[in-house]
């Protein structure tokens, strides 16, 4: 099959100067018209070739490749993939934490950048996080002193010290944020490989399972929570950001805002749940959020993770139990009762309906017609 003809422009950094890299499949009718740029060369290096990055080898690109390859600026031009979230930034923990003396703090600057670009909080700890451990595991060097060979090799020592692959994903992240946003450099991590993501199937419980969970609930807040984290499929990020006005009760909808991806979305209202909301709202009396903690702030993700695994614990589930094991309950008895995926999808608030498949390998119906050979 051929492939589709582009050319993806990238950022280099050259002898200490800036350049414009051109990535291409090999083919011919490129290869001619390449040659016709100003100053181009060939990097062994990064496998590709490269001209000064000035906007008159920018539009002579443009010009001379127009109508016959399309190209591809995603990684050429800034952008930024943070939500732009309603919460405030705060990154005051991050100076007030207990230390020794030679531990070296995240710089000002890398904090300076992510409330600029309107990451969430908690990516901002993970960032943090992250970068902090790079920074001290050269603790005798400058960090703007490390290059290239220096991270791979950290990355070589996470891996031998059996970090999850999702830890090395994430300080990589993080590394790659200091050097291309803060410092404002080139990508310098062509050759350096990200694990390989693990395609894991989701944890499903039973609705008998569920049920159970939901009636050891400690009371009705917690059993309200659990339910609603159940029958509307719910994040526990937007389950904490639910407002009263959120609940639409004359058509049996909840209205998701803000959610992953900066999306809004309609879910499923029980109307089981909405009895028990009812007498939940005349004895707590929540002001703004439809959960609040004892002094009527938003509640925590912490406490709907403990009210969770608290009450899974208590119901005799033997294995770990998160809200987000509970949104997959969802989907998955969803599909079992015979819902099309696309509406799961829209339910659970998807880009594609690739992202919802996953949970065809788990319903249980998908197997119902295979009859086991030892049955046979």
């Not at 990535?23 to 390449?34: D, G, H, P, S």
């Not at 291309?180 to 990508?187: D, I, K, R």
């Not at 999306?263 to 939940?280: A, C, N, Q």
């Not at 969802?330 to 009762?337: C, P, W």
Request: net charge positive.
């Amino acid at each position: 099959m051929q492939r589709k003809q582009h050319i993806t422009l990238k950022h280099l950094l050259v002898e200490n100067n800036h350049c414009i890299g051109l990535k291409f499949y090999a083919n011919k009718t490129i290869q001619i018209i390449i040659k016709e740029l100003n100053n181009i060369k060939w990097s062994t290096e990064f496998t590709m070739y490269y001209v000064p990055n000035n906007k008159t080898n920018l539009d002579q690109i443009f010009s001379l490749f127009k109508g016959i390859v399309w190209i591809d600026t995603q990684y050429f031009y800034e952008k930024t993939r943070a939500k732009q979230l309603n919460e405030t930034f705060d990154a005051s923990w991050v100076k007030s934490r207990s230390r020794p003396d030679n531990f070296k703090f995240c710089p000002d600057n890398y904090l300076q950048k992510l409330e600029l670009k309107k990451y969430a909080n908690n990516t901002v700890k993970t960032y943090v996080s992250c970068f902090e451990d790079y920074l001290n595991h050269y603790s005798n060097i400058d960090v703007n002193a490390l290059d290239e060979n220096d991270v791979r090799n950290y990355l070589e020592y996470l891996i031998k010290t059996d970090r999850s692959d999702s830890y090395i994903n994430q300080a990589i992240n993080s590394i790659k944020f200091y050097y291309e946003t803060v410092l404002g450099l080139p990508n310098r991590f062509y050759s350096i490989e990200r694990p390989r993501k693990k395609r894991k199937l989701p944890v499903v419980l039973s609705k008998e399972d569920v049920s159970s969970i939901i009636a050891s609930s400690n009371n009705l807040k917690h059993k309200c929570i659990i339910s609603l984290l159940y029958s509307a499929g719910l994040r526990r990020s937007e389950l904490i950001n639910l407002k009263l006005k959120d609940i639409e009760s004359k058509r049996m909808l909840i209205r998701v805002q803000n959610a992953k991806g900066n999306k809004d979305r309609y879910t499923l209202l029980s109307e089981t749940v909405l009895k028990d909301l009812r007498v939940y709202y005349k004895q707590y009396r929540p002001k703004v959020y439809l959960f609040e903690g004892q002094t009527k702030e938003q509640y925590s993700p912490n406490s709907v993770g403990k009210v969770v695994s608290t009450a899974a614990t208590k119901a005799g589930i033997r294995i770990p139990v998160s809200a987000h094991i509970l949104r997959h309950s969802f989907a998955t008895h969803l599909l079992e009762s015979g819902v099309d995926i696309r509406y799961i999808q829209l339910l659970l608030g998807h880009n594609s309906t690739k992202t919802t498949e996953i949970y065809t390998h788990v319903a249980k119906n998908s197997f119902d017609f295979i009859k086991n050979p030892l049955d046979f």
